[in-house]
T-cell receptor
Framework: AQSVTQLGSHVSVSEGALVLLRCNYSSSVPPYLFWYVQYPNQGLQLLLKYTTGATLVKGINGFEAEFKKSETSFHLTKPSAHMSDAAEYFCAVSDAGTASKLTFGTGTRLQVTL | DTAVSQTPKYLVTQMGNDKSIKCEQNLGHDTMYWYKQDSKKFLKIMFSYNNKELIINETVPNRFSPKSPDKAHLNLHINSLELGDSAVYFC???????????????FGSGTRLTVV
């Protein structure tokens, strides 16, 4: 069984500051890892994903994440926060072997202040 | 052109009623899904269909019945609605079951179901 833990249900940063959203996973098989963003009353938009290859993954809107197998982590970062980054962020894992579904973390709400 | 579209966007109905939510994708994907997001924003898989065949049914009450008439459509019918069914239901699609395509798993904008 797989699971995802997102530390911090609510993260607040100042505009221009570093964004760090934490994600740790548990999986008995090699995982595929995803970050999605959800703006209020909207669907989920893919930010980035790790499947194979380079462990540092760059996504849209200046976000990136690094897959660290030894730490079972896939933290999301952005060097400089914008007001428009305020949203709910979800980390998700799937089983690289059989997949067929995403197992989501509980989400982190990012607040960006002036 | 919307990639994964769901109708209706909002649905308010009384307990005991039967309702359907429709989903269509124009991405040419062969796998479609239903996810449920509860009031605490937790997302959980309900069903997965690959080439119109059910491959995941995640302990969902049998009041929920998905139907995939073709690879581009996955509808969700709910019988005898209960208060606890109130949630946002998301349809998603992917090419193959692994989600390794460029868009990963592509989600619709959701259907907010309120049972009163």
């Amino acid at each position: 069984a797989q699971s995802v833990t997102q530390l911090g249900s609510h993260v607040s940063v100042s505009e221009g500051a570093l964004v760090l959203l934490r994600c740790n996973y548990s999986s008995s098989v090699p995982p595929y890892l995803f970050w999605y963003v959800q703006y209020p009353n909207q669907g989920l938009q893919l930010l980035l994903k790790y499947t194979t290859g380079a462990t540092l993954v760059k996504g849209i809107n200046g976000f990136e994440a690094e897959f660290k197998k030894s730490e079972t982590s896939f933290h999301l970062t952005k060097p400089s926060a914008h007001m428009s980054d305020a949203a709910e962020y979800f980390c998700a894992v799937s089983d690289a072997g059989t997949a067929s579904k995403l197992t989501f973390g509980t989400g982190t709400r990012l607040q960006v202040t002036l | 052109d919307t990639a994964v579209s769901q109708t209706p966007k909002y649905l308010v109905t009384q307990m005991g009623n039967d309702k359907s939510i429709k989903c269509e994708q124009n991405l040419g994907h062969d796998t479609m899904y239903w996810y449920k997001q509860d009031s605490k924003k937790f997302l959980k898989i309900m069903f997965s269909y690959n080439n119109k065949e059910l491959i995941i049914n995640e302990t969902v009450p049998n009041r929920f019945s998905p139907k995939s008439p073709d690879k581009a459509h996955l509808n969700l019918h709910i019988n005898s609605l209960e208060l606890g069914d109130s949630a946002v239901y998301f349809c998603a699609s992917s090419q193959g079951i692994l989600g390794t395509g460029e868009g990963g798993y592509t989600f619709g904008s959701g259907t907010r179901l309120t049972v009163v």
